[in-house]
Every structure is written in C-alpha cells, then in structure tokens.
C-alpha cells in the first residue's frame, strides 16, 4: 500500500502564487509516475500535471502550461506543484495521484487539499 498526504492549499489573491506538497509513503519502490489532478464544483476531474519517476518527463494541462511546475524529490518521496500567476478559475481542490504502471489508470489517491484564488 501506498499512502498520498497532499499540503500546501490555501486560500491566495488572483495573480499570486501556491506550492503544494505531496508526501508518498509505504510502497514506494515501485513508482511510474506521480501526477496532479483537480476538480472544480460541477465539473469533471482534469489532469493538471505529471511528471514520470524520478525526476523524469512532465506533462501539462494546456490550462496551466507555462504558470504551473511539477516537479519531484525522490530522497523525500514527494512530488510539488509550484503554481504561479494564479486565476479565480484554478480554484479547485488538488489530488495527488501515483500511477505503479505506464499504462492503466493512477493507483493511489491522496485526500485533496482546497486550493481558493479570491479575485
């Protein structure tokens, strides 16, 4: 078993800046990728950001390309998402997901951490 702690949500003026957190632990040799996801009130989970394991390719939302920054410590076992020039619609909550496998779906899911951007 794997288990995924996200931290770093809050709430932040538009334009401002957030880094979440994502902690893995338990079984976490055996790692493909890690990635993060959000959902909105009313609409469909979107896949942000991902980034394969350790430290290697990332992919974007074309929403977020360019503002946010996945990136990975595999000493800590913890995948950030640095997330600049923040707009009322990135308001959602954040899951951080770990994917065991190229393909197939995530594996494991963390809670979620609130993310609110006041405009």
């Known amino acids: 078993q794997v288990q995924l702690v996200e931290s770093g949500g809050g709430l932040v003026q538009v334009g401002g800046s957030l880094r979440l957190s994502c902690a893995a632990s338990g079984r976490t040799f055996s790692v493909y990728s890690m990635g993060w996801f959000r959902q909105a009130p009313g609409k469909e989970r979107e896949r942000v950001a991902a980034?394969?394991?350790?430290?290697?390719?990332?992919n974007y939302a074309d929403s977020v390309e360019g503002r946010f920054t996945i990136s990975g410590d595999n000493a800590k076992n913890t995948v950030y998402l640095q997330m600049n020039s923040l707009k009322p619609e990135d308001t959602a909550v954040y899951y951080c997901?770990?994917?065991?496998?190229?393909?197939?779906?995530?594996?494991?899911w963390g809670q979620g951490t609130q993310v609110t951007i006041s405009s």
């Open positions: 980034i394969t394991w350790p430290g290697g390719s990332t």
């Open positions: 997901a770990l994917k065991i496998f190229p393909h197939g779906s995530y594996d494991y």
